[in-house]
C-alpha cells in the first residue's frame, strides 16, 4: 500500500530544473518507495549493491555507461 506524501509535488517540480536531486532521510522511511512512484519510467540504482557501489567507484565511466540518465537528462 502506498501513501501518498507531501514531497511528491515539490519532488517532480524540482526534477524539471535540478539535474540532481538528494533524498536523505532514515531507512525504511520511504525514499525509494516515493522515487519509484514519482518517476515509474526510471532506472533505479542502489548503492547497497557492492559490485554497483565498486565499479561507480572503481570506473565511473563504466558505471555511467551501463546506467545511463533517464531521456529528460540525456
Same mark, same amino acid.
Given at each position: 500500500?502506498?501513501?501518498?506524501?507531501?514531497?511528491?509535488?515539490?519532488?517532480?517540480?524540482?526534477?524539471?530544473? !535540478?539535474?540532481?536531486? #538528494? $533524498?536523505?532521510?532514515?531507512?525504511?522511511?520511504?525514499?525509494?518507495?516515493? *522515487?519509484?512512484?514519482?518517476? /515509474?519510467?526510471?532506472?533505479?540504482?542502489? !548503492?547497497?549493491?557492492? #559490485? $554497483?557501489?565498486?565499479?561507480?567507484?572503481?570506473?565511473?565511466?563504466?558505471? *555511467?555507461?551501463?546506467?545511463? /540518465?533517464?531521456?529528460?537528462?540525456?
Amino acid at each position: 500500500m502506498y501513501f501518498k506524501r507531501r514531497a511528491e509535488k515539490p519532488l517532480k517540480e524540482a526534477v524539471k530544473q !535540478f539535474p540532481v536531486i #538528494l $533524498i536523505t532521510g532514515p531507512r525504511q522511511a520511504g525514499k525509494s518507495t516515493l *522515487l519509484r512512484h514519482c518517476f /515509474p519510467g526510471y532506472q533505479y540504482v542502489t !548503492f547497497d549493491d557492492v #559490485l $554497483i557501489r565498486n565499479l561507480a567507484e572503481t570506473d565511473p565511466a563504466l558505471f *555511467l555507461q551501463t546506467y545511463e /540518465p533517464p531521456p529528460y537528462f540525456r
